[in-house]
């Protein structure tokens, strides 16, 4: 069974630039989160999505992050424009749906933003 | 407070000790507990969860849960210096829609 998949797993872009990172759940999971680790910092939560529709999109720092799950199957997170302070590792997790949400990872994309 | 705490470490046992890292949390109605193993530059692995007081062995591995001190610990037995890399505890809650809150986590070294 294929893992939770990310792309890319490297992005480096200016200040002011667009960048858009992709998830692929693991197949027949309906629950979709996206993490993010500043360097020294804990993974933080930034949104559940389950199937398409957001569930809970509390952790999302600003208006310029956007989260999408069309079809409810892979999900993107643009960030646009991107500042220097959105650096870090994103994380994106699935899960099934059930009462432990045993939350399975993904290998990160690092963001670098210049 | 923060919502879930880990002593940082570095935690730094001998080879075939035993590894013990703890966890203390919040909030009162969280329901799952997890410990994610992250080596570095990699993603966090689930290695152990548990739901209800008491222990859980998992191989070398064994995870206790007390919900009234709010407090889970992870046990590693016989440690091999493969186990070294940071542990992450993660709780989630039901609070704010079953969201997953993550510990900074423990540095954990295996001598050889």
């Known amino acids: 069974e294929a893992g939770v998949t990310q792309f890319p797993s490297h992005s480096v872009i200016e200040k002011g630039q667009t960048v858009t990172l992709r998830c692929d759940p693991i197949?027949?999971?309906?629950?979709l989160y996206w993490y993010r680790r500043v360097m020294g910092k804990e993974i933080k939560f930034l949104l559940h999505?389950?199937?398409?529709?957001?569930?809970?999109e509390s952790g999302m720092p600003n208006n310029r992050f956007l989260a999408e799950r069309t079809g409810g199957t892979y999900s993107t997170l643009k960030v646009q424009p991107a500042e220097l302070e959105d650096s870090g590792v994103y994380f994106c997790?699935?899960?099934?749906?059930?009462?432990?949400?045993?939350?399975?990872f993904g290998p990160g994309t690092r963001l670098t933003v210049l | 407070q923060k919502e879930v705490e880990q002593n940082s470490g570095p935690l730094s046992v001998p080879e075939g000790a035993i590894a013990s890292l703890n966890c203390t949390y919040s909030?009162?109605?969280?329901?799952?507990f997890f410990w994610y193993r992250q080596y570095s530059g990699k993603s966090p692995e689930l290695i152990m969860s548990i739901y209800s007081n008491g222990d859980k062995e998992d191989g070398r591995f064994t995870a206790q849960l007390n919900k009234a001190s709010q407090y889970v610990s992870l046990l590693i037995r016989d440690s091999q210096p493969s186990d070294s890399a940071t542990y992450l505890c993660?709780?989630?809650?039901?609070?704010?829609?079953?969201?997953?809150?993550f510990g900074a986590g423990t540095r954990l070294f295996v001598k050889a």
């Open positions: 999505f389950v199937k398409e529709s957001k569930q809970d």
């Open positions: 197949s027949g999971h309906d629950n």
């Open positions: 993660a709780v989630t809650t039901p609070t704010g829609g079953f969201k997953t809150i």
């Open positions: 909030d009162r109605v969280s329901q799952s």
């Open positions: 997790a699935s899960s099934v749906t059930g009462t432990y949400n045993e939350q399975f």
